[in-house]
């Protein structure tokens, strides 16, 4: 609540828009200072809480893109059509401008610097901005960790952080499947994720690789039940979904 | 008040005062979880409550079924802020699964197929409050639901009500479940916002 005092770490705190970019025509890379930020692990979230004028609030929660840089915290934000919260902060909002912020939260869908483990990421759309906070983690801390990228997408207009999942990096391999519209002049036909991309994308059942899906309701859904179906242990599997499903 | 974000308005309010601070209204359904969707068999499903002292009752799925059963109206609010009202389900009352079992247990930890647990006070799932349900919108509940049958306690955050619950362990200790380990709030009252430790 407005004024309450939290102690801990889920204080809110107030941070301002220090850099803006856009990732896409619908899409906006946020990047906030907050003083006295805790640090966070890459594939928490945070709070966002917007307050207008009259005292009216609306809060949301967004994943973390990039890993802990001191004071830096940076969002990737998707417009909903008719979003009351990301439709201003892909909009309006500008350079300045105070939002309240509070977080870290959440400690299951994370991946650790320390661990060695192989690692599958399958994104769904705006589903890459906690595994993109994966894969910077993995490069700021210098693991040698092996890390695949199953990256899902109706166009390739939609690519966020495009320039930068293009640089070769060892040990990181990004595959992208377009659902839709496929990038000029590349072969073949749009298609959804399958049974054989994650066979041959992925990495096998008994490797001991950790996979986190992460997307629409219905495309975590598929992928769970493909790496089922491919034998990885249910354990193993880390989902977070978004958006509408089916009732 | 809030530090205020120059340009913010809002939304036209709603003023629903079914809505609790915080939460906006859904018309999808949204789906949380943490890992694949459990694919439960009914043919082989069990549900049990224990108490603190180890007695157990135990319901096949054709035994739950056959329970007198309810159908009830109830609005539902998902820490992620989405709120759903008139949701329409049918279910068994947990207080027909307590029963007569003799406890002086003050707690409850619901545990899923799945590995999934939660925590809550014993006296928040009596008199009418809680149900193990099986059926939404008049269908059978789907896996991604908690289908085949899973906890509703509508007047908690939907983290509370268990997906592809499996049984009830009764305790005298309040122990935190998954979510609650991992700094979620204890209780989580919507209309006290109770959305991690602290709140």
Known sequence: MAGTAVSGRLAWRVARLAEARQETPSARTLVFDIPGWPGHLAGQHVDVRLTAADGYTAQRSYSLAAPADGDRVELTVQRVPDGEVSEHLTGRYAAGDPVEIRGPVGGWFVWRPADPAPVLLVAGGSGIVPLMAMIRARRAAGSKALFRLVYSLRTPAERYYAEELLRPVAGLDVTYVYTRELPEGQPGIPRRISVTTLNTAGWPADFGATSYVCGPTGFVETVADILLALGHDPHTIRTERFGPSRD | ?199
């Open chain 2, 1 to 199: 008040m809030g530090v205020v974000t120059p340009g913010f308005t809002g939304r036209a309010r709603s003023g629903d005062p079914r809505l609790p601070p915080g939460q906006y209204l859904a018309e999808d359904f949204p789906v949380l979880s943490t890992g694949p969707t459990p694919r439960v068999r009914t043919d082989n499903w069990e549900f049990t409550v224990v108490t603190e002292r180890g007695e157990k009752r135990a319901w096949s799925w054709r035994e739950l079924f056959a329970l007198p059963s309810e159908k009830f109206t109830v609005d539902i609010h998902c820490v992620t802020q989405w709120s759903k009202l008139d949701t329409r389900w049918r279910g068994v009352p947990v207080e027909t699964l307590i029963g007569d079992l003799d406890t002086s247990a003050d707690y409850v930890m619901a545990r899923s197929y799945g590995g999934y647990t939660t925590n809550l006070p014993l006296a928040d799932l009596l008199d009418g409050q809680a149900w193990v349900a099986y059926e939404y919108n008049g269908k059978p509940l789907t896996p991604e639901h908690g289908g085949p049958a899973r906890l509703l306690v509508p007047h908690l955050y939907l983290w509370k009500s268990a997906k592809w619950v499996r049984g009830l362990q009764l305790t005298t200790k309040d122990d935190p479940g998954f979510w609650e380990t991992a700094g979620y709030h204890d209780y989580g009252d919507p209309w006290r916002e109770q959305r991690y430790q602290g709140d």
